[in-house]
């Protein structure tokens, strides 16, 4: 994942693309207005589906090589992780503005590199879509996948009481590293009734579920309405 150049760039409002096609992405040079250009440094891997030709690649890391005009978060010589339409494989990226993130402290790229798509989903779902607030208790189901455990550490963060479920040890496991309150094998106990016994038959305020089949049909039977 790690030791190539780097640079990325952000379009305006609204630019779509963001993609390096090939060798290079459009734009490169500079990168357009509100556009960084940039060689990954580390590569997301998460399939995507877009007309040929094209490079695969969703996400990735790097150091910003060239700013377009209006770029002002970020400048020449930052340490970023985008989100990509398609393009994050290429050898070199350029990306909208809005879509570029500066690495938090501490962050490694090849931790960047698959940070965006999944963290920003779990975000979105949480945050924005399920409104989850402190003192509610979270169900999330898969929580040895990558959404999963990304939720849970998501939730505790927001305060929540987080119960995972997993169908086997190790997503368990990792579930209990990221801080969840309450462990359910999904496959040998039944979730319903774990649920109301954790949460003293409340049930949960928010379900994530990427798992779906009977644990959503269980889901629905120990929901807090
Ligand atoms: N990763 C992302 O950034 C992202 C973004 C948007 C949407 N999604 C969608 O969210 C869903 C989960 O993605 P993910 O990246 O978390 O996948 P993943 O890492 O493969 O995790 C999926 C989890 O689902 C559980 N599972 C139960 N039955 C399964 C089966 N038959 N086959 C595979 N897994 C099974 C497993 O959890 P346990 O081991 O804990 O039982 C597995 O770890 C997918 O539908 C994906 O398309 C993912």
């Known amino acids: 994942m790690q030791g190539m150049g780097a640079s990325f760039g952000p ?3 609204g630019g779509g693309g963001g993609a390096a096609r090939g060798r290079r992405g459009p734009g ?7 556009e960084l250009r940039g ?10 589906q877009a007309p040929f030709p094209f490079s695969p690649g969703f996400e990735a890391s790097g150091v910003v090589a060239g700013i377009g005009e209006g770029v002002r978060d970020v400048t020449v010589g930052d340490g970023v992780m985008v989100a990509l339409p398609h393009g994050g494989f290429a050898e070199e990226v350029v990306a909208p503005a809005t879509s570029v993130f500066r690495l938090p402290e501490g962050m490694d790229f090849r931790t960047a590199a698959a940070f965006p798509v ?8 949480l ?5 989850l ?3 509610q208790v979270l169900l999330m189901h898969g929580a040895g996948g990558n959404v999963g455990r990304a939720a849970v550490e998501v939730g505790k963060y927001l305060g929540a009481t987080v119960l995972a479920t997993s169908g086997s040890e190790r997503g368990l496991e990792a579930a209990r590293e990221r801080g ?5 094998r999904y496959d040998r106990e039944d979730v319903r009734d774990r649920v109301l016994e954790i949460t003293d038959g409340g ?3 928010v379900v994530l579920d990427p798992v779906g089949g009977d644990l959503f049909d269980a889901s629905l039977r120990c929901v807090a309405w």
């Open 39 to 48: 060689q990954p440094h580390g590569r997301g891997p998460l399939p995507v």
């Open 203 to 205: 049930g949960a305020d």
């Open 28 to 34: 490169s040079g500079t990168g357009g207005r509100g």
């Open 133 to 135: 607030r402190r003192g």
């Open 180 to 184: 969840a309150d309450g462990l359910i």
């Open 127 to 131: 945050v924005h879509r399920a409104r």
């Open 118 to 125: 999944a963290y920003g989903t779990v975000h979105l779902a």
């Open 11 to 13: 379009r305006g409002r």
